[in-house]
């Protein structure tokens, strides 16, 4: 995954975050603070989540209570440098090479091919992908070598570009240095690990061919402007990242990444979500152990 403020916990921790409490009316306006932002809704039982995460900027930046706080990412002079700070410090990043692997395999053996006729009728030889809230890079990257390995020795003149974008900037960074450790790699196949990577002092630094298939940038899924420049792209991976938005948010982005989707283009979400309820603009398609959403 990629986007996340904090899943959800069957009971409620006994600890006590350090640092001044967060009065009920300064954690309701920080909440909608965030959530007008990007989405991220934090329920009433999640206080202690932002509480603590909050604590340790007020100690960092010496401010003394959470209106003052409230204060500077309204309209401080430092309210840009800050705000990623606080996305930051409210989202969790998890993901990993070839996770939910039968998304792969479905967008390698079927949906690129189709595309690609689709493209050869039309006269167009680019693909594009994008990796929404890609975190540190991963699930872009096993596109590209998904590419390189599978799609182009059947398809040597397709080209294909790769955007990745997450609202989280310091990932962003991991993503383009594209240097990893056992974690992120537990699930890549040995072919790939030895293809594409060189190894040194217990570290995966990822070859410079398939870094050079992606393009990343931050880019926020609530901002409906930032939205509007992503379009035309073939296939959308947005996973594990739906669940943690509230019914309206949810309806937003998902019409956004519709609009941002060619015809006849897919996107994949996480197993654990679902369009249900959601939009009826997809045509729902079951692959082997995994489905995706087609913008007919």
């Known amino acids: 995954m990629t986007f996340q403020p904090f899943p959800a916990v069957a009971t409620m921790p006994t600890f006590s975050p350090p640092g001044p409490k967060m009065p009920d009316d300064k954690f309701r306006a920080i909440r909608d603070f965030i959530y007008s ?119 040597p003149g397709i080209e294909l570009e790769i955007i990745g974008t997450d609202i989280n900037s310091q990932m962003l960074e991991t993503a383009q240095d594209g240097v990893y450790r056992d974690y992120s790699i537990r699930n890549a196949p040995k072919l790939y690990l030895d293809k594409y990577f060189s190894v040194m002092d217990g570290k995966y630094y990822l070859h410079n061919d398939v870094k050079d298939l992606v393009r990343f940038d931050t880019l926020n899924l609530y901002d409906q402007q930032q939205m509007r420049r992503m379009s035309d792209f073939d296939v959308i991976f947005c996973c594990n990242v739906l669940i943690y938005f509230d019914l309206n948010s949810k309806k937003q982005v998902i019409a956004d990444l519709y609009n941002s989707l060619d015809r006849g283009g897919y996107l994949f979400i996480g197993y654990s979500e679902s369009l249900h309820g959601i939009t009826k603009a997809f045509k729902l398609v079951h692959y082997p152990k995994t489905l995706a959403y087609k913008k007919e």
């Open 37 to 155: 932002q990007c989405g991220i809704f934090f329920t009433d039982n999640k206080k202690y989540l932002l509480e603590g995460r909050l604590a340790k900027r007020l100690d960092v930046l010496e401010i003394k209570d959470y209106d003052e706080y409230l204060r500077l990412i309204q309209s401080g002079v430092e309210r840009q440098e800050e705000l990623k700070i606080l996305y930051e410090s409210i989202t969790i990043n998890e993901t990993s090479f070839f996770r939910n692997e039968p998304q792969f395999n479905a967008l390698e053996t079927q949906i690129v091919n189709e595309i690609i006729l689709a493209k050869k009728s039309a006269g167009k030889r680019l693909l594009r992908f994008w990796s929404a809230a890609c975190s540190s890079g991963e699930e872009a990257y096993t596109m590209a070598m998904i590419y390189l390995e599978k799609i182009k020795p059947r398809y």
